[in-house]
């Protein structure tokens, strides 16, 4: 049967239904109202936004949640330049996703048309492909391949723009075939290798990171762990990969991380980094391995080929998907008795000391005992969502993950992330317990999208940790001009008065016994809700207080 005539606008959507996508991200635009027309009554989740920035990374938390592209549609110019902020995100994480914005008409372009961008220049330097689809008889190409470049190698993000007048031109074209991510097996001599050098340690040490994980490659590289008794760290924001309870856990190489971890990993003499970048984060800015060690003690797996030897130059290469690179871990064995037997009970012994009990903290509330509440209260499916700020601190150290889709948050540091990738894991998972993190600065760069939550009818719940103040700024301005605090203090509205002002559900919180029954609260709502938790700025550190670092750094 010949295809029949679609415009590009119907068959950009076709493609995406054919591709898989089940859910779409956007802030309309008259610049794409075609793509919006054939997107009426067809099998996809249309989610509005309130600004192109929400929309672009709850794309973005799907992208990470199912290793398939997540889609955002934005309208041309200013739609596609706060969409940015997503997709810078996507590209820090190795996360696909795909934005598809606006275009002025062909036949105007390069006057500066109205709301015209120059896709290319603005966004080249930030996705792995910026094209725009001027010919209407390739959409299904170019769609295509934006799905492909999005998955392969090192995950990332891909803009493509839309002249207006192209997505309402009427073509005759067939589909292609649906796509499917490309994944990239470690070599026989490869793995040989690794199971010599594995023979020859005295300290071995495994560190997972990096997008597109599955279920089975967790419980592989988990049961790999167990037979080959190694300690496992996870990289910055890399939490979900390994259950922080399993008895080979040591720990997370994020900010402010356990520095008995950062001993451990410095003086591992093989260090089995699984799927990791190893970011200037999770390297502990770069010092992780001082100059030359890499090549010693290193071995890099890694998706990308591009990024094998470019920062880190490893002892041993290999190209491989973290689910391929797992599946081949099953054929190498265990030494009889490994010289470091005991070494993954002393790391997980660290991790627990470090974690386990709160830390101190000025003022009634404690948000170490907030979180390990939640983390003995939660289902342990629940997800949290978090921005940046140095409230996170709290999570990364006494919160725990128990699923590998439990915890989103920005590997790029952004802030403004918690409340739009809570919508988006709501919209995927009805059924599961939703959270947003916040603090009070990272809140409001995307708190409006708390309207989107009242809107579908999304039970989220958001805490925003309000300590008056950028605080992770202000600690920076105490140690570097102790005393001369400037442009870091916040006044802050009700946040609890805002979320009932939206149709949510909102309550305060002034002390930490206040905080269960105000959660279980809201959670019996089952509206979209905001717990505002007020706590003394001084305390901005698990462990440091603001008073104590202008006094040294006032004593330097
Ligand atoms: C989009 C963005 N803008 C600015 C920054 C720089 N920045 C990092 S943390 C921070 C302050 C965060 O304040 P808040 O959310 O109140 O959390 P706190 O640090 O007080 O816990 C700022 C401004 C950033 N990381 N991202």
């Known amino acids: 049967m010949s295809p029949k005539p679609r415009t590009a606008a119907e068959v950009l959507v076709d493609q995406l239904i054919l591709h898989g996508v089940r859910h779409v991200f956007c802030v309309p635009g008259e610049s794409y109202l075609s793509v919006l027309d054939a997107l009426h009554d067809r099998d996809i989740q249309v989610t509005v936004c309130r600004q192109e920035g929400g929309a672009a990374m709850m794309a973005e938390a799907v992208g990470k949640a199912t290793g398939r592209p997540g889609v955002c549609f934005v309208t041309r110019g200013p739609g596609a330049t706060n969409a940015a902020h997503g997709v810078h995100i996507a590209r820090q994480g190795s996360t696909p996703m795909i934005l598809f914005a606006g275009q002025v008409d062909r036949d105007v372009r390069e006057r500066d048309a109205w709301q015209e961008l120059d896709y ?12 725009e689809v001027d010919d209407a008889g390739r959409m299904a ?15 990332g993000p891909v803009v493509l723009a839309l002249p207006h007048d192209m997505l309402g031109e009427t073509v005759t074209c067939a589909d292609g075939p649906a796509f499917e991510p490309v994944e990239t097996s470690p070599g026989a ?21 990096g997008s ?39 720990g997370d190489l994020g900010l402010a991380a356990n520095p008995k971890l950062v ?59 973290p689910t391929r ?22 790391a997980h012994a660290d991790y627990l000391a470090w974690s386990q009990t709160p830390t101190p903290q000025p003022g009634p509330v404690n948000l170490s005992e907030i979180m390990i509440w939640l983390r003995e209260n939660l289902p342990p499916d629940a997800i949290l969502c978090n921005g940046a700020g140095n409230f996170t601190g709290w999570i990364h150290r006494f919160y725990r993950v128990r699923t590998i889709d439990g915890h989103f948050a920005p590997n790029s540091g952004s802030m403004g992330y918690a409340v739009p990738a809570a919508v988006a894991m709501q919209r995927l998972h009805p059924g599961r317990q939703v959270l947003a993190v916040s603090g009070d600065g ?11 939550a009242v809107q579908y009818g999304l039970p989220i719940v958001v805490l925003v940790f309000d300590n008056a103040s950028y605080g ?5 301005q105490e140690r570097e001009f102790p005393g001369r605090v400037f442009a870091t203090d916040l006044k802050n509205p009700d946040f609890a008065a805002y979320a009932r002002a939206f149709g949510g559900f909102g309550a305060t919180v002034g002390r930490t016994a206040d905080f269960a029954p105000a959660f279980e609260a809201a959670v019996a709502s089952r509206l979209p809700s905001i717990l505002h938790v007020r706590f003394d700025q001084d305390g901005i550190t698990p462990t440091q207080t603001l008073s104590g670092i202008r006094a040294a750094a006032l004593g330097r």
């Open 212 to 250: 597109r994980w599955d279920q089975a490659a967790r419980a592989r590289i988990a049961a790999f762990a167990e037979r080959f008794e190694l300690p496992v760290a996870t990289g910055f924001r890399r939490l979900p990969l390994f259950d922080p309870l399993h008895p080979s856990y040591a």
């Open 189 to 209: 001599p490869e793995m040989a290798a690794l199971q010599a050098l594995l023979a020859g340690a005295a300290a071995p040490l495994m560190l997972l990171g």
């Open 325 to 346: 690179f797992a599946a081949a871990l099953e054929a190498l064995t265990p030494p009889a008795s490994p010289p470091w037997r005991g070494s993954a009970a002393a």
């Open 141 to 155: 190409e170019y769609v295509s391949r934006a799905f492909h470049v999005a998955t392969a190698g090192q995950p």
């Open 472 to 476: 992770t700024i202000r600690m920076h």
């Open 120 to 131: 290319k220049a603005v966004f080249g330097s930030m996705t792995k492909w910026t094209a």
């Open 442 to 452: 990272d809140f409001l760069m995307n708190g409006q999208e708390f309207a989107t």
């Open 263 to 321: 001993a451990r990993v410095k003086a591992a003499d093989l260090v089995l980094a699984v799927g990791a970048r190893i970011s200037e984060v999770t390297s502990q800015s770069y010092t992780l391995f001082e100059p030359g060690e890499a090549e010693a003690r290193l071995v890099h797996v890694f998706p990308g080929a591009e990024e094998l030897g470019r920062v880190w130059r490893p002892r041993l290469a290999i190209h491989a998907t």
